[in-house]
Structure formats: C-alpha cells, structure tokens
C-alpha cells in the first residue's frame, strides 16, 4: 500500500539536490538566492492549487477557510499540494539556516546535526522505541504525547550519535543511506 513511486522520485531530486548543493560553497549569495526564491515559487503554487481546491490534493477538498483545512494535504499518496508545500517550507528554511550559520555556534553532536544526520536510522529506530514507551506509559492526552516525544529524542540521541560514528567509519558501505 505504500506509494514507491512518488516517495523515490522526491529522494532522487533530493540526492541530486545535495550533491549540487554540496559542489557550491555555502556562503554564495545565489544558492541562498536559489533557495528563497525557488521556496516561495512552491509556496505560491501551493496556495493558487489549494485555492482552486479541484486538483492536486487527493479528494480532499476545503470545508472551510480556516488554516488547519488549508493545511489538510494528502500524504499518502503525496498530493502535489503535499509535495509543494514541504518542498517549498524546506528550500525556505534551508536557505535561513544557511543565513544564520556563519552567526550560530553549530556543535558537531548537537542534536540538530546528530538527527539530521542520522534521519533514515531514527525514522526506523522510533517505532521501536515509542512501542516500549506504550507498554511503560498510561494513554493520555496532548500532555502524554509530548512526554514521549520527549523521551524518544532523549533515548534515541545516544543511539544516533553511535550510529553516526559507525557510519562515518564505513564510509564506502550501505549504511550511508540509512
């Protein structure tokens, strides 16, 4: 049931994305350029498909104007108001962090650099982690959710620093991917 074929194509642009993105220095005024103005291009294309609300969402049309309806996009399968909208908030946000990176002390294991750098391996590992929490913890409301939130970040960030470390030693291996 899961939607290979949209998923794989937005890996792919990503890959391509980062090796054209790595071959630049980061301090080009035009790739932040790049960034911004590609970024807003998908923003606005976002907001004319989702406002004419007949194409590009998966049948999942607007019952009203209020910004949780707006945001209400088809994941799976990624809808083209999905993919626009979080394509075009990361070149955004990518390019304000390129912005802000010569400012900001960025530590080699700070947790934004740990996770980022270990996305696939956590994605995977916090299934298991938030399984156990369940059989630890009581259901709860919004204040429970976030608890374990918490908890799973706590349990994995150990985890991921490890597993970075091995992959960084197998540089040449699978594991590159994960």
Known sequence: MYP???????????????DWLMSKPFDQLP??????????IALVSFILIRELDG??????????????????VSKYPPSLSYALLEL?????????LMWLEPTADVSRNGPVLVF??????????HFGVLALLRLVFERGGLE???????LALLILYPFCRIYRTFKWQNPHSLLRFI
């Open 88 to 96: 075009g908030l990361m070149a955004v946000i990518l390019a304000v």
């Open 144 to 150: 429970m959710a976030y608890l374990m939130a918490l």
């Open 55 to 72: 194409y590009g969402n998966m049948f999942m049309m607007l019952e009203g104007n209020s910004i949780v309806q707006w945001l209400h």
């Open 116 to 125: 980022g750098q270990t996305a696939l391996f956590f994605y995977l590992a």
């Open 31 to 40: 790739v932040k350029r790049f960034l911004v103005v590609s970024g807003f």
């Open 4 to 18: 290979a074929t949209p998923w794989l194509a937005m890996m792919m642009l990503g890959w391509v994305f980062g």
